[in-house]
């Protein structure tokens, strides 16, 4: 039975002591207090399986963000109680989206979502990797560990978007981004690699068709939109052409 907790000292009343005071002491180390709770975890993975090795890999990772989310802010820590199903579940569904894809660009990767939680479920699969391009250097840092504790297939990259085609260098599969920008400048950071056969898969909010529109100002698309099956308001916008509208064509409300 636990009596007391001091000075790092757990004190139990023991029936058996050897010194016959019927207390011992017992020192304990500190142990990683995850914010979520497991039912959410199970919620998570019941809406995104995975198999044995990628949830081993996504428990090492996810360890570590809760370790390093105390002196980086990784995540927003509302967020926390629900990090399996808002960001690793949310994340896991990409690949249904594709398949068959190898090859992928995370765009300002942040704390890893999707890019890591992707690499972490790409682990096993023969010439996978994900280009993770982050510009700030603490998260770049992050990212280094996250993929170096889970042996995630991914290529961390410490570098702005605008950089990313002539550092990836080679065909990419997909492009990903959640949380950095409005849609109309995502689909201009994609298109070099659409335009060479990738596929666009952008995880919107609930403000994604006022964002479409915007973006439809600009840019020639035809987005398929799928909701998010993690529930909410979110949608994911995939995109497999993107072309630049003739400037001209363009209308400024009542410039028009
Ligand atoms: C709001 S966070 C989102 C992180 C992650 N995608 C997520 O959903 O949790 C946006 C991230 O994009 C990075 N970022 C913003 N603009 C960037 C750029 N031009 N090049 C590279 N990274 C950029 C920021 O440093 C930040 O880490």
Redesign the pocket.
């Known amino acids: 039975m636990l009596v007391s907790w001091r000075d790092g000292l757990l004190r139990f009343a023991r029936n058996d002591g050897p010194k016959g005071d019927g207390v011992s002491m017992v020192k304990i180390t500190a142990q990683a207090s995850h914010p979520f709770s497991t039912a959410d975890k199970a919620a998570a993975l019941a809406l995104t399986p995975v198999s044995r090795e990628t949830e081993a890999r996504l428990d090492r990772y996810v360890d570590l963000l809760v370790e390093w989310q105390a002196k980086t802010n990784l995540?927003a820590s509302s967020t926390l109680p629900h990090l399996w199903t808002r960001?690793v579940a949310d994340s896991l569904q990409l690949l249904s989206l594709a398949p068959t894809a190898k090859a992928w660009v995370?765009?300002?990767?942040?704390?890893?979502?999707?890019g890591v939680v992707l690499a972490c479920a790409l682990a096993e699969t023969p010439g996978a990797n994900v280009h993770l391009?982050?510009?700030?250097a603490k998260?770049a840092a992050f990212l280094r560990e996250a993929v170096r504790v889970t042996s995630a297939a991914a290529t961390v990259h410490l570098?702005?978007?605008?950089d990313s085609v002539d550092r990836i260098g080679s065909r990419v599969d997909c492009v990903t981004?959640?949380?950095?920008?409005p849609l109309h400048q995502l689909v201009g950071f994609a298109e070099p690699f659409v335009k060479e056969g990738a596929k666009a898969l952008f995880?919107k909010g609930q403000d994604v068709e006022a964002e479409l529109t915007e973006a439809t100002k600009y840019w020639n698309i035809e987005p398929r939109l799928h909701s998010s099956r993690t529930g909410g308001h979110g949608w994911i916008v995939e995109l497999d052409r993107i072309e630049r509208r003739n400037p001209s064509a363009i209308t400024y409300g009542d410039r028009a």
């Open positions: 995540v960001h995370d765009f300002g990767s942040g704390g890893g979502f999707p391009v982050e510009r700030n998260k570098a702005g978007i605008g981004a959640r949380a950095l920008a995880l």
